[in-house]
């Protein structure tokens, strides 16, 4: 399409986008793009997008991309330094020292499974979110994914579970808390009567240790890193070994984790590659929900998934005694979650 300014005729293309939010309990916001690309200078390219909802308003649709886009500029040696700006308005209504061979592929396997997160995670078409049918399930939702045919996820059947909780505590604290090994599964938490209560959010390693044993560092900020973890039994025997990327912006943090074999490992740190390798990633998504007090202080909104292998289900059926393990593990974890931070300088964090 062509849009008339001044006299000039800019050429544009109209485009349909959906934006999925880390969280299946908040919808999918869709909308009309015109965008707009230029060469501004040599080397410098400019694209600019803007809501066609501001020409041709439509009340059923309540957002709005403001003025966005980037700018890409080539650099030397075949890389580009680009530059994002993101301006949306958006309807309230809509919130409900790992040194080895293989460093380059341990990168590749956790990219693959935040890539997989994101995706189990959103409110997409593709994703068939079905309420839980139990007593307080009213904000969980699960889903089930048949991977007969599917390269790089174990075959069979396997339940994604999620909720969404809010807390009043900065998202710092929160991804603080919930990437600290030494806080995953025992936290002494001192109560009002001066009690101390074990609190662990990671239901899945109960009764064992956790201990980091290698990580590379994965971008600028010094929370953003790759870790091997390794859960130990009080014998000292490896029970199961956990591949976890951290990554934290301003504008969310990440906690993603899955279990991985020890030779599957040692495959990858020796050059294997990683690209088939079958992964389910379990997580969270932090982010922060309204603008900083007076004092400093804002709630998070945290949303938690899991994906779990269930031989007890099928691609059209999830067992009754499934549903209720998955649903005690992500309320056992959320209300965990919540209790710590009740009483943050009890964290350790």
Known sequence: MYTKLKGICILAIAIAVEFNAPSPLRPTRECHLARHSKQLASGIWGV???????????????????????????????????????HSEVGDGLVYEIVSPGRENVLRLPERMMRKFWANLSDSAENIWRPVPLKEAENVLAMIINAEDEEGQPPGTSIVIATTVWVLTSPRRVFDFLNNEGTRNRVNLVTDSNKYIDLQWDIL??????????????????????????????????????????????????????????????????????????????????????????????????????????????????????VATTFKLVMETAECIKAAMLNPLNLGT
């Not at 803007?50 to 650099?75: A, D, H, K, M, T």
């Open 205 to 322: 390693t109960y009764g064992h240790h956790v201990r980091e044993t290698g990580y590379i560092d994965n971008g600028c900020d010094h929370g953003n890193q790759v870790s091997i973890l390794e859960v130990k039994s009080i014998e000292d025997q490896i029970v199961v070994i956990l591949l976890q990327e951290i990554y934290t912006t301003l504008t969310g943090s990440y906690v993603t984790f899955a279990p991985v074999e020890a030779s599957t490992l040692d495959m990858i740190l020796n050059g294997g590659s990683p690209e088939n390798l079958p992964i389910l990633p379990s997580g969270f998504s932090i982010l922060p929900d309204g603008p900083k007090g007076n004092e400093g202080s804002t709630g998070s909104l945290v949303t938690m998934a899991f994906q779990i292998l269930d031989t007890a289900s099928s691609a059209t059926y999830i067992s009754p005694d499934s």
């Open 48 to 86: 600019v997008d803007v809501s066609l909802e501001s020409l041709f308003p439509n009340p059923l649709i309540r957002y709005r991309r403001r003025p966005s886009g980037c700018l890409i500029q080539q650099l030397p040696n075949g890389v580009a330094k680009i530059v994002w700006v993101e």
